[in-house]
């Protein structure tokens, strides 16, 4: 293939388990820069998020956020797009849900990423781990409040039932003006309708003049899904969720043994 542009996805797939950046995943993503290939990180982490790994991963372009709601550049901080969920579409969700499922918290991931707008309650649940951000930071508002505004990402979580109950409850609800997912975080994860990753690449590549099959894409979760299948070559880490293992055209090595480095090492030399 021609490679122009490399969307990979961060937590499980480019970084090891402990967050970091091996010395042979950063030789392959320079490698790919000093060919004139974007690099680009595609993740369910907003902007704050992703400035942390810049450094170690030489992340300095372009990046699509929010679970591909967000397009934004790194450096100069220019958005080319921006998809939040409407407020009224995000209000009839909640309301609905509340009805099936008692005692859910809310946020409202807003203002380019860098809002988050969290429900009293909703601090006691979370760690660093859940968000990039400092719990101290998770000021409590009334729901009204949380949901007054569009956001660019909305959270759904609930103390005792896991993800797979709220994805199930959401989706029998049967709302077209939202889209759902989840990342392996502890929450469900509410997008625009037709955001996903694969949406916010695509809207990237129409910017900087690239097709679909000049792109390779990497990924292991669930809301890697439709990017996988999008890209002209979707490699899924062995570390993946079935449902990314079954869409991808090839499968690489884990996160840990620098599955993303491999396949790019390939496709530079070929």
């Given at each position: 293939?021609?490679?122009?542009?490399?969307?990979?996805?961060?937590?499980?797939?480019?970084?090891?388990?402990?967050?970091?950046?091996?010395?042979?995943?950063?030789?392959?993503?320079?490698?790919?820069?000093?060919?004139?290939?974007?690099?680009?990180?595609?993740?369910?982490?907003?902007?704050?998020?992703?400035?942390?790994?810049?450094?170690?991963a030489g992340f300095d372009g372009w990046a699509v956020c929010s679970n591909g709601s967000l397009g934004i550049h790194l450096t100069t901080g220019e958005r080319i797009f921006e998809e939040p969920v409407a407020v009224e579409a995000q209000q009839r969700l909640v309301a609905a849900l509340a009805e099936r499922i008692p005692g859910?918290?809310?946020?409202?991931?807003?203002?380019?990423?860098?809002?988050?707008?969290?429900?009293?309650?909703?601090?006691?649940?979370?760690?660093?781990?859940?968000?990039?951000?400092?719990?101290?930071?998770?000021?409590?508002?009334?729901?009204?409040?949380?949901?007054?505004?569009?956001?660019?990402?909305?959270?759904?979580?609930?103390?005792?039932?896991?993800?797979?109950?709220?994805?199930?409850?959401?989706?029998?609800?049967?709302?077209?003006?939202?889209?759902?997912?989840?990342?392996?975080?502890?929450?469900?994860?509410?997008?625009?309708?037709?955001?996903?990753?694969?949406?916010?690449?695509?809207?990237?590549?129409?910017?900087?003049?690239?097709?679909?099959?000049?792109?390779?894409?990497?990924?292991?979760?669930?809301?890697?899904?439709?990017?996988?299948?999008?890209?002209?070559?979707?490699?899924?880490?062995?570390?993946?969720?079935?449902?990314?293992?079954?869409?991808?055209?090839?499968?690489?090595?884990?996160?840990?043994?620098?599955?993303?480095?491999?396949?790019?090492?390939?496709?530079?030399?070929?």
């Amino acid at each position: 293939m021609r490679l122009r542009l490399v969307a990979t996805d961060l937590d499980g797939t480019l970084l090891r388990g402990d967050r970091s950046v091996s010395p042979r995943t950063r030789a392959a993503l320079d490698a790919a820069r000093a060919a004139g290939v974007h690099v680009v990180p595609v993740t369910a982490r907003q902007p704050l998020g992703v400035r942390p790994l810049a450094e170690a991963a030489g992340f300095d372009g372009w990046a699509v956020c929010s679970n591909g709601s967000l397009g934004i550049h790194l450096t100069t901080g220019e958005r080319i797009f921006e998809e939040p969920v409407a407020v009224e579409a995000q209000q009839r969700l909640v309301a609905a849900l509340a009805e099936r499922i008692p005692g859910l918290l809310h946020v409202s991931v807003r203002d380019g990423g860098e809002g988050f707008v969290a429900q009293e309650g909703y601090a006691a649940l979370a760690t660093y781990e859940d968000h990039k951000r400092d719990v101290s930071t998770m000021s409590g508002h009334d729901l009204a409040e949380v949901l007054a505004e569009p956001s660019l990402k909305l959270i759904v979580r609930h103390p005792e039932l896991g993800v797979p109950e709220l994805l199930a409850a959401a989706r029998a609800l049967g709302h077209d003006d939202v889209a759902l997912t989840h990342s392996g975080a502890p929450f469900l994860e509410v997008m625009a309708a037709s955001v996903s990753k694969a949406w916010g690449v695509a809207r990237l590549c129409e910017r900087l003049g690239i097709d679909r099959e000049e792109v390779v894409a990497f990924g292991d979760a669930p809301n890697d899904v439709e990017l996988l299948a999008w890209a002209g070559l979707g490699v899924a880490v062995a570390n993946a969720v079935p449902e990314a293992l079954d869409v991808a055209d090839e499968v690489t090595a884990s996160n840990e043994d620098d599955g993303v480095a491999l396949v790019l090492e390939r496709l530079l030399t070929s």
